[in-house]
């Protein structure tokens, strides 16, 4: 009997390590250097966390047990209500503005397709405490300042900018009730992964007014901020989104990153708990899922029991990402080397120990080194060090009864001999 490794999931090959490593670490590079701090929470949480405010997309896909006292418990499938969970519990004694990152390991029940699997990494950078949209322009720019240092340039990738707030003002004063928003948002939100036609059949199922699904898809299709002022009867909620939009365009514009960020009415985000600024990754061909999306989320944790503390923050899976960077050319590119500093062989049986003391000797400086298990013929040993891609190879034979070593460079394959006492690892 075979096992397969289950639907949706990865396993990883030293070689898939390497370029997950390789991703993770510039994820962390780029937070801290942008004031962010580490934390992480358990990679399991009570199921009920997720049925608070996530929506019903999440509370779908997700994977759920019940521990041996009976409790439901559920698999984190997105890191916002941990960190809410988190932050609500010492909320008096963390220093504001709070600004961390976390790298969490997601499961999700989703259909596996091209960038969305069941279980995969997400960097989550969030700002807690900061009301102006200062903050979400700063949780933008570090978005970007990762996607830059990779190679990513704005002809490849466009930072889609939207406000739920806006939306919100807009659907109610077209006369859709407050209590039908949350489904709209997670219609709206799938419009253009959807085929054509069907999302505007889905849209007359929830909204049959024609007059009021017309201003609908109108809406979805704007360019500007402008055009969508003129599509919305002024109110105060509105105006003051409509600001809170054209300051973010002014600070991203400050920051340096204004090419990559173009305004989306069509942005809407699946979850439940985003209020304001809402934004999305996407490549510029649109051919991928999002890379990335986030937005503001003011209620969250207060909704969670703590005070009402204003939020935002993004998550970026590491999928779409991915398979872009490969696309690109960017990857192969960029992944260090995978290599030892020494590889140490020997000509016969009786040098095996010499070998051994080499070896640990050269870890015990701080370098990376293997030696050949077996007195090998050499140019199997060879074979081995080139496979292991060491820089070096260390030959010991009858050299070392006088106190000397066969050094090989295995780049430029030239060989020399090193006095012991004068080689310097
Ligand atoms: P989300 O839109 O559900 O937001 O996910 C954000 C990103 O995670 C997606 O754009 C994608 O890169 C990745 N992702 C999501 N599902 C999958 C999947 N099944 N397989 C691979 N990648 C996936 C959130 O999760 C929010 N909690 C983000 C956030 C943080 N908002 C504020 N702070």
Redesign the pocket.
């Known amino acids: 009997m075979t096992i397969q490794p289950v639907k949706?999931t990865r396993d990883f090959y030293p070689r898939e390590m390497a370029v997950h490593n390789w991703i993770v670490d510039g994820w962390k590079k780029i937070s801290l250097r942008n004031g962010f701090e580490e934390y992480d929470g358990p990679i399991f949480e009570y199921l009920k966390m997720y049925q608070v405010k996530?929506g019903d997309e999440?509370v779908e896909?997700l994977f759920s047990l019940t521990d041996r006292g009976g409790r439901d418990l559920a698999l984190r499938?997105?890191?916002?209500?941990t960190?809410a969970r988190m932050v609500n519990q010492q909320i008096n004694s963390l220093p504001k503005p709070i600004k961390w990152f976390s790298v969490p390991r997601?499961f999700?029940a989703?259909r596996?397709q091209k960038?969305?699997?069941?279980?995969?990494f997400?960097w989550?950078?969030?700002i807690i405490g900061v009301d102006d949209v200062l903050a979400d322009a700063e949780?933008i720019f570090t978005t970007i300042d990762y996607l830059r240092q990779v190679g990513l340039t704005s002809t490849d990738i466009k930072v889609k900018i939207s406000s739920r707030e806006f939306l919100a003002g807009f659907l109610k004063s077209i006369g859709i009730p407050e209590e039908k928003l949350g489904d709209i948002y997670v219609l709206l939100d799938k419009s253009a992964k959807l085929p054509p036609g069907v999302f505007e059949e889905l849209l007359r199922e929830q909204v049959p007014d024609k007059t009021i699904s017309g201003k609908i898809l109108d809406f979805m299709v704007e360019q500007s901020i402008e055009q969508v002022r003129d599509l919305t009867a002024p109110n105060e909620s509105t105006e003051s989104a409509l600001e809170n939009l054209g300051n973010v365009f002014n600070y991203l514009e400050s920051m340096g990153v204004g090419d990559f960020c173009i305004f989306n009415p069509g942005i809407v985000?699946?979850?439940a708990y985003?209020t304001g600024i809402v934004f999305?990754?996407h490549d510029a061909v649109g051919e991928l899922?999002?890379?990335?999306?986030?937005?503001r989320?003011d209620n969250l944790l207060k909704d969670f029991g703590g005070p009402s503390i204003p939020?935002?923050?993004?998550?970026?899976?590491?999928?779409?990402?991915e398979i872009l960077l490969r696309e690109k050319g960017l990857l192969e590119k960029q992944l260090p080397a995978g290599s030892i500093d020494y590889f140490v062989a020997y000509v016969d049986e009786s040098y095996k120990n010499q070998a051994i003391r080499i070896t640990m000797e050269l870890r015990s400086k701080g370098c990376s080194a293997n030696f050949s298990y077996k007195a090998a013929k050499l140019n199997k040993q060879l074979k081995q060090a080139s496979d292991q891609n060491a820089r070096k190879c260390i030959i010991i034979g009858q050299e070392i009864e006088s106190n000397q070593l066969a050094v090989k460079d295995m780049t430029s394959g030239e060989q020399k001999l090193v006095n012991l006492d004068e080689f310097n690892a």
């Open positions: 949706g996530s999440i896909q499938p997105e890191m916002t209500p960190l997601l999700r989703e596996p960038g969305r699997l069941r279980e995969f997400q989550n950078i969030d949780v985000r699946g979850l985003y999305e990754v899922r999002a890379i990335c999306g986030g937005g989320y939020a935002t923050g993004m998550g970026m899976g590491d999928c779409v990402l």
